[in-house]
């Protein structure tokens, strides 16, 4: 089995301020670990994974991932956020034997100027 | 590449209707998802191909819904009959497991579906 949790259902911070989006997975396997973001009225965008390797993955953006296999969190950061960073934020895990992904809930990240 | 390809983007009916769907997966790739996202439930996985072949519908509301992927370039998402209660965002995503990569889904902008 499966599963992502994203503790938070929003998160606020000022535009400049770092970033960052908590996500907590569960695998019963080696997992798979991807980060997606939506804009209003699109389609969900692939960010960046974490496949095996460094824990510290970057990817479209600016943003960029920490894997933490002890923690099993894999939390999304950004070192400056911008107004535009504010989208909804998918995490999503999948078990490297597994046919599908699961994703959390999603966490809405406003950016004020 | 031009990316997944959903129509129609929206799409009003009166309940009772049929709804049909339509995907058109990245070229290559062989993995196909449908997923529906609404307020009240946020994303679910409907059903999902391998190759053409259903893996798993378990995601599939009722006998309502049905899914087929006729050929690796085409997918459909049929409800008959439509109600209220399946107004959402119905999204298609493909993926691919080689040529480097592992998965991650590439969605279409999603197909708006109101049942009146």
């Known amino acids: 089995a499966q599963s992502v949790a994203q503790p938070e259902d929003q ?21 798979y670990l991807f980060w997606y973001v939506q804009y209003p009225n699109r389609g ?13 993955v970057k990817g479209s953006y600016g943003f960029e991932a920490e894997f933490n296999k002890s923690q099993t969190s ?3 950061k950004k070192p400056s956020a911008l107004v535009s960073d504010s989208a909804l934020y998918f995490c999503a895990v999948r078990d490297t034997n ?5 994703f959390g809930d999603g966490t809405t990240l406003t950016v004020k100027p | 590449d031009a990316g997944v390809i959903q129509s129609p983007r929206h799409e009003v009916t009166e309940m009772g209707q049929e709804v049909t769907l339509r995907c058109k997966p990245i070229s290559g790739h062989d993995y ?29 509301p ?4 049905s899914a087929k992927m006729p050929n690796a370039s085409f997918s459909t998402l049929k409800i008959q009959p439509s109600e ?3 107004s959402a965002v ?16 590439f969605f279409g902008e999603g197909s708006r579906l109101t049942v009146l």
């Open chain 2, 90 to 105: 119905y999204f298609c995503a493909s993926s691919s497991r080689d040529r480097g990569y592992t998965g991650e889904l």
């Open chain 1, 44 to 56: 969900l965008q692939f960010l960046l994974k974490y496949i095996t390797g460094d824990n510290l």
């Open chain 2, 84 to 86: 209220p209660r399946d």
């Open chain 1, 74 to 76: 894999f939390h999304l």
């Open chain 1, 11 to 31: 998160v606020n911070v000022a535009e400049g301020n770092p970033l960052t989006v908590k996500c907590t997975y569960s695998v019963s396997g080696n997992p």
């Open chain 2, 62 to 65: 009722e006998d309502r819904f």
């Open chain 2, 32 to 60: 196909l998802f449908w997923y529906r996202q609404t307020m009240m439930r946020g994303l679910e996985l409907l059903i999902y191909f391998n190759n053409n072949v259903p893996i798993d519908d378990s995601g599939m």
């Open chain 1, 98 to 102: 597994a046919g599908k992904s699961t």
